[in-house]
């Protein structure tokens, strides 16, 4: 019977935290009916579309941080992690349309990150777009890393942060530790899949 019990407690806190987390982000939001209409921007080669929707929904970081009680006096990658926990397990992977209308919601593309807050999910470039949002409020240097297409796939869009030790990944001079929230239970410093198989990525500090 004991352990039935924490079985079903276990349950309830797996269901409640989540949705409780979900709700505490949405009260930074200032018109959740205007951000679900918002359309996806157009996606660049060069990420710029990321840096863009990031200073779009700049005024929202300060509040996603503090719900999220990150310790801005943590270690940086305690601070990236708590990042990373959020964007890779509460906001779910939903890859974009292979085709839609200019006009779709649901169009390829990336969301700003208050759309991605709104809808509990996201592609690449929309967990990216979410997580680079509060990496740089936390003070974090972020790089936006672009995968080339392996055995004729996709590519794939992540992001780097900033530590002042060899990695053996370098955007520039910069060195960074992989930071990939479309993994399941993700973890600061883990590789996405096939990125060990490239030679030559695309990055710039966003």
Do not use: W
């Amino acid at each position: 019977m004991e352990h039935k019990l924490k079985y079903i407690i276990l349950t309830i806190l797996l269901i409640v935290v989540p949705a409780d987390s979900m709700a505490n982000m949405l009260d930074c939001l200032d018109d959740i009916q205007r951000i679900r209409n918002s359309l996806p921007l157009e996606s660049k080669d060069d990420g710029s579309d990321i840096y863009h929707a990031v200073h779009i929904d700049k005024k929202y970081a300060e509040c996603f941080v503090r719900k999220l009680a990150i310790s801005r006096n943590a270690p940086i990658k305690v601070q990236a992690q708590q990042v990373l926990d959020y964007t890779s397990t509460i906001i779910r992977y939903e890859a974009d349309k292979d085709v839609a209308s200019i006009h779709d919601l649901n169009r390829p593309g990336t969301r700003l990150p208050s759309r991605t807050i709104v809808d509990g999910k996201g592609d690449c470039e929309d967990k990216a777009a979410l997580a680079a949002l509060m990496l740089k409020e936390l003070g974090i240097a972020t790089f936006i890393v672009k995968r080339p297409p392996i055995n004729n796939g996709l590519d794939h869009i992540f992001l780097g942060i900033g530590v002042d030790y060899d990695t053996g990944l370098k955007c520039g001079s910069a060195s960074f530790e992989p930071f990939d929230p479309t993994l399941s239970n993700a973890k600061v410093g883990e590789f996405g899949a096939g990125f060990k198989q490239v030679k030559t990525f695309l990055c710039g500090r966003i």
